[in-house]
């Protein structure tokens, strides 16, 4: 491997709250090659009493040891209790899903709210708070992007409604259902498939529901695809599923450009904004390495250039373009051999323009044991990259 100096993830909540854990997580580092610890910090400069005093600490100490400190930022996703806690409150700053439903209107699982790159408020709003932070924050060598993509996922429910009865009336394809907790989060679903075997007797057979989280279909967007492409949708007023299948049947090219256009756009206004605040400041990015989310563990075949194709981070032109200093892909939940093979194609898109550390996972749910881990960091160096980055120093304190 190039000479090894990773990078590690940290969350303040329970590490490096003080001069002593700090010094520990500054030995770990050094014992692993770590040279950048990428720090979570909250994107509306609103933050705990102790974390200005607790990161400065940990520049310093860091500095002092040759480590940079990078704060990171969660970009377009926002995960909050309430819309009082937004970064932005105007409901048009928010995406649309293919069915016409806004996050604004009905988060990600209650709380995730997704920005639309594309909006004006956006586009001058984030990188303003990017610079706001290397101001707030001197110690700082740069911003780490996280969540710098649009979300995606398509999410099928297959019911089995035998036994079902009288519940709901007689269910169609086409009617939206919406399923509510407890506590209020709501999730709307669309009927793909309903299946009885009798009216009466009520005995059903099997209901099939489907969401389709892709983004962003305002009309704001969909205006704009059209100046971009040249291409003239046919619209019918509220009929957003017919409008997104049309584009994503006919033009998924020219879709997929456009919204990488974008999120490429908001990068290259982040880094100006850095560098008008300080010339030598960084930027990177954590970047999506495939979909959908753990094709591995479903046996599910891996998706080629989805990174660009669904989460429009066209990456590798951001690095030539001179926008970012380094990438963090997050390779997870892939056995050795296939991330190998992952690695080896980021490898070839960053094409020797800037630093890829390879993004290597550590949870309850996907564990990864000391032999393990070296087979990783192998594979990753005969791959081409230039280290690992571990997500996160909680994870990987105790192994490393």
């Not at 409008?243 to 256009?261: C, F």
């Amino acid at each position: 491997m190039k000479s090894l100096h990773n990078a590690v993830w940290l969350y303040l909540g329970s590490e490096a709250r003080n001069a002593e854990e700090i010094a520990a997580l500054l030995d770990w580092c050094e014992r692993g090659s770590v040279g950048k610890i990428i720090v979570y910090l909250s994107l509306d400069g609103r933050h705990a009493e102790t974390v200005p005093e607790r990161v400065a600490l940990l520049a310093e100490a860091a500095a002092s040891r040759n480590i940079e400190v990078h704060g990171m930022v969660s970009t377009l996703h926002q995960r909050v209790g309430s819309r009082d806690q937004l970064l932005l409150n105007d409901k048009a700053c928010y995406c649309v899903d293919a069915h016409g439903i806004s996050t604004y209107d009905e988060p990600i699982c209650g709380h995730g709210y997704v920005l639309d790159p594309g909006h004006p408020d956006v586009k001058a709003t984030i990188p303003a708070k990017c610079a706001e932070l290397l101001r707030q924050f001197p110690g700082l060598s740069g911003i780490h992007l996280d969540f710098i993509r649009y979300y995606h996922y398509d999410s099928r429910l297959e019911i089995d409604t035998k036994s079902a009865g009288h519940w709901i009336g007689l269910p169609k394809a086409g009617q939206p259902i919406r399923l509510e907790t407890a506590d209020g989060v709501r999730t709307t679903y669309f009927i793909d498939e309903a299946r009885n075997a009798y009216n009466d007797p009520p005995i059903g057979d099997k209901l099939v529901l489907s969401r389709s989280y892709r983004y962003c279909f305002c009309d704001d967007c969909l205006n704009g695809f059209e100046r971009h492409s040249g291409i003239a949708i046919p619209r019918t007023p509220g009929d957003t599923a017919s409008i997104s299948r049309w584009l994503l049947d006919r033009h998924p090219a020219e879709w997929a450009e456009y919204r990488a256009s974008l999120i490429t756009s908001l990068v290259g206004s982040i880094r100006q904004a850095l560098r008008d605040v300080r010339a030598d400041a960084k930027l990177s990015a954590a970047v999506w390495y495939n979909a959908p989310y753990g094709n591995e563990l479903r046996g599910e075949p891996f998706l080629p250039e989805s990174e660009y194709e669904c989460f429009g981070q066209k990456w590798w032109e951001w690095a030539e373009r001179g926008y970012v200093d380094f990438v963090c892909p997050m390779d997870y939940w892939m056995k050795p051999g296939s991330f190998a093979g992952i690695v080896e194609g980021q490898i070839r898109k960053a094409a020797g323009r800037v630093p890829v550390y390879a993004g290597l996972l550590k949870t309850a749910e996907y564990d990864i044991g000391q032999e393990q881990f070296e087979e990783y960091v192998r594979r990753a160096g005969d791959s081409g990259a230039d280290g690992i980055c571990l997500f996160h120093y909680g994870s990987w304190k105790q192994l490393l």
